[in-house]
């Protein structure tokens, strides 16, 4: 499986609810990010959280990050329709003495009115 | 800033034929990232440059695809021959300084090979 698996794959929820994204990993990171796209677009950061962060927020997104169980969580709070999107984490990769961003295959959120 | 520019956003051609994409990154970044994105496989590293010089090609499929950066606000990426796998969603991205700092995506092109 791949370095960043996002979990579940898809998630529908009513305008107004919280919406929780998932993300597992294997390797030692040095930070994790994740990223909204929408349909037909590319894609947007969001926000970062460094590996020794364990909770970081900026605006109605809340990210959580647990080293030892190689795992984040992405949180909406109040979520709107505007939040329907595909969302995306992202972990820094090394191979021999470079670097690489890996993405999972992505959460689909759908947030109906 | 306009941001990370791409060119064509969308692409038809029939096998065979040679593909260029184009992309000119935000200016002053340090670095630029191809990507390919599918349904089957997600989004996939292909190759990354710093300083205009490739630095890891790796997730470069093979040799029908091939990319330079001539200078730091350039960067093209060729197939040749085309084929149909190669249909899909190719992104270019930039960030400032760092492989793993925040990475700002192009509009993609969407290139469809018949």
């Known amino acids: 499986s791949q370095q960043g698996e996002e979990d579940p794959q898809a998630l529908s929820i009513q305008e107004g609810e919280n919406a929780t994204m998932n993300c597992s990993y294997k390797?030692?990171?040095?930070?994790l990010q994740w990223y909204r796209q929408n349909s037909g677009r590319g894609l947007v950061h969001l926000i970062l959280i460094r590996s020794n962060e364990r909770e970081k927020h900026s605006g109605r997104l809340r990210v959580t990050l647990d080293t030892s169980k190689k795992s984040s969580s992405l949180l909406i709070t109040a979520s709107r329709a505007a939040d329907t999107a595909s969302y995306f984490c992202a972990t820094e990769t090394r191979r021999g003495s470079n670097y690489k961003l890996t993405f999972g295959k992505g959460t689909l959120l759908t947030v109906n009115p | 800033d306009a941001g990370v520019i791409q060119s064509p956003r969308h692409e038809v051609t029939e096998m065979g034929q040679e593909v260029t994409l184009r992309c000119k990154p935000i200016s002053g970044h340090d670095y630029l990232f191809w990507y390919r994105q599918t349904m089957m496989r997600g989004l996939e590293l292909l190759i990354y440059f710093n300083n205009n010089v490739p630095i890891d090609d790796s997730g470069m499929p093979e040799d029908r695809f091939s990319a330079k950066m001539p200078n730091a606000s350039f960067s093209t990426l060729k197939i040749q021959p085309s084929e149909p796998r190669d249909s899909a969603v190719y992104f270019c991205a930039s960030s400032l300084r760092l492989v793993s700092e925040t990475q700002y995506f192009g509009p993609g092109t969407r290139l469809l090979v018949l």
């Open positions: 390797t030692s990171i040095n930070n």
